[in-house]
């Protein structure tokens, strides 16, 4: 009997383990699953902004969602925001996925894109989107990874010059997108990743541009590194706020959402291990410029290379990303925008993470709303 017991024990788990197994894939398979959100303006003719998440360290899937909700309900925008996604999976938010962001289709009645991806290599009929909305001339906001949002290395892409390092035939390509139209690609870390913070400092040029509007020194703070850049910026690029590498002086933690840094962090880095200055001169975090890709019209991007999710805990950070927003739509800047966080926002750190942690970790799309 001990025996039957034991088995009948077995089966009834067994059965209990499957039947919560079906429930959850149940539950994650509900039809239907939202692709994208969409907050709605304060009118139907509000300015449309369309918001494109998908890199795989500082978590646009978060920072995206606010911002969003922030230009929405503080200032009357439309917006859409999209996010990289398996197809095979639709409504599930997985950042590791390259190769698809669903609802590029918006850009085609959009006032501005927002892009905060990295190393993305897009289907062609979803890059036709981004590559007609840029030959349209159209304002383009480029946040932190976006000076490298596309690699298409290896691909047979008909968007290819998009790529970061891209060096073929298509000169004025040289470089990517990331050159092109916002000004830098990927180059370096200038400060130290995870423990050196970046403070704003005004540019001196720029102190009385709108995009510094309720900003003074200080006030734009992140614990994302400041990211080196050439210098000059090419065009009639035009530094606003330059990145001052701060020292860490709290003690690291993998598991604090700043890695051990705080705003109030004022001992500015000199020289990095290997000597070089970091803060002489500064590298420009945010800046403006025109663009125009070959064959289209002329354009003008806000670039900011702070921006993960939990830099925007900070409201100088967030401010300047709305100052950047209205600048680029051509609309008056706010003198001290609002920029109250929306719901209950807790942003996770910046980290990479394993196709496991996406599998074991299911991000609803909606659950973002």
């Not at 750190?349 to 909606?366: C, S």
């Amino acid at each position: 009997m001990k025996g039957a017991g034991f088995v009948l024990l077995t089966l009834l788990l067994l059965l209990s383990c499957e039947e919560k197994e079906k429930r959850q894939n149940a539950d994650v398979a509900s039809e239907p699953l939202k692709e994208w959100l969409t907050f709605e303006g304060d009118t139907p003719a509000a300015k449309h902004i369309v918001l494109i998440s998908g890199d795989e360290e500082y978590r646009s899937e978060e920072a995206l969602p606010q911002l969003a909700k922030i230009l929405s309900k503080r200032h009357g925008f439309r917006c859409t925001v999209l996010f990289a996604q398996d197809p095979s999976k639709p409504g599930i938010v997985n950042p590791n996925y390259l190769k698809n962001i669903p609802g590029l289709e918006y850009l085609s009645e959009a006032d501005l894109m927002i892009i905060f991806t990295r190393f993305r290599a897009l289907p062609d009929y979803q890059m036709k989107y981004i590559d007609d909305y840029l030959k349209s001339g159209k304002p383009v906001v480029g946040i932190r990874t976006a000076t490298h949002a596309f690699n298409f290395e290896g691909s047979e892409s008909t968007y290819g010059h998009y790529s970061n390092n891209y060096s073929g035939s298509k000169k004025d390509w040289t470089d990517g997108f990331g050159r092109l139209v916002l000004g830098e690609k990927w180059i370096t870390h200038h400060g130290s990743h995870k423990n050196q913070s970046t403070r704003g400092i005004i540019a001196v040029s720029a102190r009385e541009y709108p995009v510094t509007n309720g900003l003074s020194n200080g006030d734009v703070w992140g614990p994302t590194d400041v990211y080196g850049v050439r210098l000059p910026l090419p065009g009639d690029s035009k530094p606003i706020i330059m990145g001052q590498v701060m020292e860490r002086q709290g003690e690291f933690s993998q598991k604090d959402i700043f890695y051990g840094m705080r705003p109030e962090d004022d001992v500015p880095v000199i020289t990095n291990d290997t000597g070089v200055r970091l803060n002489d001169p500064m590298m420009p975090v945010a800046w403006t410029k025109s663009y125009e890709l070959p064959g289209g019209q002329k354009g003008k991007a806000f670039v900011t290379t702070i921006g993960a999710s939990n830099d925007l805990l900070i409201d100088g950070t967030r401010r300047l990303l709305v100052n950047g927003v209205y600048w680029a739509l051509g609309l008056e800047v706010p003198q001290k925008a609002n920029v109250g966080l929306i719901g209950d926002y807790q942003p996770t750190k910046f980290e990479f993470r394993d196709d496991d942690y996406w599998l074991q970790n299911i991000l609803r799309v909606e659950d973002l709303q």
